[in-house]
């Protein structure tokens, strides 16, 4: 397990971590039962909201529940981040049957990840060592005396080396957005911080599609001027000319901005945005279709339906079904 050290309260992040080994994509979760999957799943959502923000699908999990998932074989590989997930009130003291794989897996995953009572399980497999770790108060004497050269930390959340503990299951969302921010930049971590609700949002949150090419633009005052323009002209289009008369540059200017920076051309990046407007819409009003048709800028459902199709494989109609129950009946 290549040991790196990663400091959740330093920004940016990245700057802190010479090597990325340490910080994998590609996640195993092991919840201790079926009581604590809950947890496991909120962390995945932070995964599934990263990949929706960033537009890539950089992140991806798998997740098992109990002991007995290790029957079959290792669950963990050199390149994955591996994330143990128990409760605040009991222990999770490894059985002995499946301690060797346990401690198979910890040794062999890039970076290991110990939520709540998790943290026992390291410790009874002999891998710990000396480590910082966040430990919540119901676990803090049975760790002093288990593991008496590890270090508690007050902190919520703490990464040591290639080691990452949260004290419970509500803590451990933190400390997803923490290695998301780490591995993807402190513009990642503080966007996704407010689109999952973690901190008061503000009135330039936008929408998912917006946040993405905003990251792109790495904070070029006029390609991000631009899309802000673009997000608050929805419905009343604007052309490339008149965004690049508001913002007093050229068009050329603009269009070169878009090409160097997003790999776009303004007009398809203006489409995004109206088309990520259109899907919300969709999924959470019951506006009628050429209604949203016109919110959205486009001139017709028809034009509509041709560029959704293309950008996101189906039909607004088919958006619109399953977000309210179209699926249950399919």
């Given at each position: 397990m290549y040991l790196d050290t990663l400091s959740a309260t330093q920004a940016p992040v990245p700057s802190a971590i010479h090597c990325r080994r340490s910080l994998s994509g590609d996640f195993v979760f092991l919840s201790q039962d079926e009581t604590v999957t809950f947890a496991a799943e909120a962390c995945i959502d932070v995964l599934r909201s990263a990949n929706r923000l960033t537009g890539e699908d950089g992140y991806r999990w798998t997740h098992h529940i109990g002991e007995d998932c290790l029957e079959d074989g290792p669950i963990c590989g050199p390149d994955q981040t591996l994330v143990l997930v128990g409760g605040v009130d009991n222990p999770w003291r490894p059985s002995q049957e499946r301690l060797l794989d346990l401690r198979a897996c910890i040794r062999?995953?890039?970076?290991?990840?110990?939520?709540?009572?998790?943290v026992f399980v390291p410790l009874a497999a002999g891998v710990l060592g000396?480590?910082?770790?966040?430990?919540?108060?119901?676990?803090?004497?049975g760790v002093r005396e288990t593991g008496r050269t590890v270090e508690l930390t007050e902190g919520a959340t703490c990464h040591h080396k290639a080691l990452s503990s949260a004290v419970s299951p509500t803590a451990a969302i933190r400390m997803m957005v923490e290695l998301v921010g780490a591995r993807d930049g402190e513009f990642t971590r503080a966007t996704l911080t407010k689109y999952l609700g973690l901190s008061d949002p503000d009135e330039d949150i936008g929408m998912a599609e917006h946040w993405r090419y905003k990251r792109l633009a790495q904070g070029n005052l006029v390609i991000s001027d631009a899309l802000k323009i673009m997000l608050d002209h929805l419905e009343d289009t604007l052309s490339v000319g008149q965004i690049a008369d508001i913002l007093e540059v050229s068009p050329r200017k603009l269009?070169?901005?878009?090409?160097?920076?997003?790999?776009?051309?303004?007009?398809?990046?203006?489409?995004?945005?109206?088309?990520?407007?259109?899907?919300s819409l969709l999924a959470q009003t019951s506006m009628p279709m050429n209604e949203i048709s016109v919110a959205c800028g486009?001139?017709?459902?028809?034009?509509?339906k041709k560029w959704f199709i293309e950008k996101y494989g189906e039909l607004p109609g088919q958006v619109r079904q399953h977000a309210f129950g179209g699926m249950l009946r399919a």
């Open positions: 062999n995953a890039a970076r290991v990840c110990v939520v709540g009572a998790a000396a480590k910082q770790l966040s430990v919540h108060p119901n676990f803090r004497p269009e070169r901005g878009f090409r160097d920076l997003l790999n776009q051309t303004p007009l398809k990046v203006y489409r995004d945005l109206r088309l990520d407007r259109a899907r486009f001139s017709n459902v028809t034009l509509m």
